[in-house]
């Protein structure tokens, strides 16, 4: 499974990189609006830190504006995915930008359907929001199960980028489903590589060491 970083925050993608575990970075207009800089210039520099896919998401709510929109954007990098929202525009744009050969991630999908028309409208990545989902008392881990049952009986090539991902649960569950990335804000990624055994089990190395010397 990749392992995705869900922030536009150029120091948290910078020491996950540098733990040589950073697959791609998603971004999405609240997290963007939460750094300084203009949109371009905090994507073009993710794009340059990260070797892997970098989601850049649309503003405009219709199919013009997506298909300019994104076709700037595929031209900052050639690792940007444009992200589009899952709407009928959104899917839309979604087939034009697709058959152009510019890479599209299918953003705030909340159902099964929802990821079936991603697929079916040639989207590279459609991300299912799971977090969200448990926020208001729904499975979303049910939701990743059900999508990667549809996409493995139709032989589809999207890929299944587990979203609104809230704790390190949520990432091993993802795994056992076979899910293709999971994108997470760095406390959970940092979190993944933590145990609290693992912390007290060196502490007692190093002092049974130091009692010996
Ligand atoms: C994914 O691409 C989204 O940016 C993100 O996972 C949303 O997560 P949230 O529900 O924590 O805002």
Same mark, same amino acid.
């Given at each position: 499974m990749k392992? %995705?970083?869900d922030t536009a925050n150029l120091d948290e993608i910078t020491r996950v990189a540098e733990w040589g575990l950073l697959d791609g970075v998603t971004t999405n207009p609240s997290l963007i609006s939460k750094e300084g800089g203009s949109f371009e210039t905090i994507i073009r520099k993710i794009c340059e830190m990260v070797p892997g896919a970098v989601s850049?998401?649309?503003?405009?709510?219709?199919?013009?504006g997506m298909l300019n929109e994104g076709r700037v954007y595929a031209g900052w990098a050639p690792n940007v995915y444009v992200k589009l929202p899952m709407t009928l525009e959104g899917l839309r744009a979604?087939?034009?930008?697709?058959?152009?050969g510019i890479s599209v991630n299918i953003t705030l999908v909340f159902s099964a359907n929802q990821a079936l028309l991603a697929a079916k409208a040639g989207a590279a990545f459609v991300s299912p929001f799971i977090g969200r989902l448990d926020d208001c008392g729904e499975d979303g881990m049910k939701l990743i199960e059900e999508i990667m049952?549809?996409?493995d009986a139709y032989g589809f090539d999207t890929e299944v980028l587990v979203a609104s991902v809230r704790h390190p649960r949520h990432v091993t569950d993802a795994a056992k489903l076979?899910?293709?990335?999971?994108?997470?804000? %760095?406390s959970v990624f940092e979190k993944l590589a933590k145990h609290p055994l693992t912390d007290i089990g060196l502490q007692k190395f190093m002092e049974d060491w130091s009692k010996s010397r």
């Open positions: 392992l %995705f970083l850049a998401e649309v503003l405009a709510p219709d199919y013009e979604c087939r034009t930008l697709s058959d152009e049952q549809i996409y076979g899910a293709d990335i999971c994108t997470m804000p %760095f």
